[in-house]
């Protein structure tokens, strides 16, 4: 008697996988409504071979253009008929985003522009959680501007600065950046350990 074959199932690949329940509408979509100081950061998260990784989470904290950490309760609006998510309201910021990649591994989130705190050149926190990562990775995304802050920078400071570029974003016009974040291999991005 012959078994029959089975196709994979996701117990028989390495997840977890975050893509079913964690993406909400408008994640990505962080910065108010028309609001003046708003830049979209977006980019590729790529494996070690250079492959898109077609199915990973990025995540997204920042401060306000002022330096200030939002302490808004949270901008998500439920459906009193459904109680499914609506999306978020347009006019609260909570410095939050959460976006799932594409097929092509990318991602992108409108935000407002992060004010210096400290001594830091500005940034964005950003974690990413992707299938066959055991744990997720934290990194920062710098503005390239202004320049005299990232050479200042303590974190950037510390790195060789092949490795100190793998954190600053490229400007595009009109506000926009690309960040992209290398799991592995040649050009990974720098990751963060928090003890």
């Known amino acids: 008697m012959t078994t029959p074959l089975a196709l994979p199932t996701p117990s028989h690949t390495v997840g977890p996988f975050y893509g079913y329940a964690l993406p ?17 950061v977006h980019g590729h998260v790529r494996d070690g071979d250079g492959a898109p990784v077609p199915d990973a989470l990025v995540e997204l904290w920042g401060p306000g253009p002022d330096g200030e950490l939002p302490r808004a309760t949270g901008s998500l ?39 210096a705190r400290g001594q830091s050149a500005p940034y964005l926190a950003a974690c990413v959680f992707a299938r066959g990562l055991t744990h997720h990775l934290f990194t920062r995304v710098y503005l390239p501007e202004p320049a005299e802050r990232l050479a200042a920078d303590p974190l950037l400071a510390s790195l060789p600065p092949e490795r100190r570029a793998t954190l600053v974003a490229a400007p595009e ?8 974040i290398r799991l592995q291999g040649e050009a990974e991005t720098v990751f963060l350990e928090f003890t």
């Open 173 to 180: 016009p009109r506000g926009v950046y690309q960040f992209d």
């Open 77 to 115: 609006r439920r459906d009193p008929v459904t109680g499914g998510f609506l999306g978020r309201d347009g006019v609260r910021f909570t410095g939050f985003g959460r976006v799932p990649t594409d097929a092509d591994g990318h991602w992108a989130v409108r935000t407002l522009r992060p004010g």
């Open 24 to 40: 909400f509408p408008g994640g990505g979509r962080v910065a108010p409504d028309g609001h003046p100081d708003t830049i979209t």
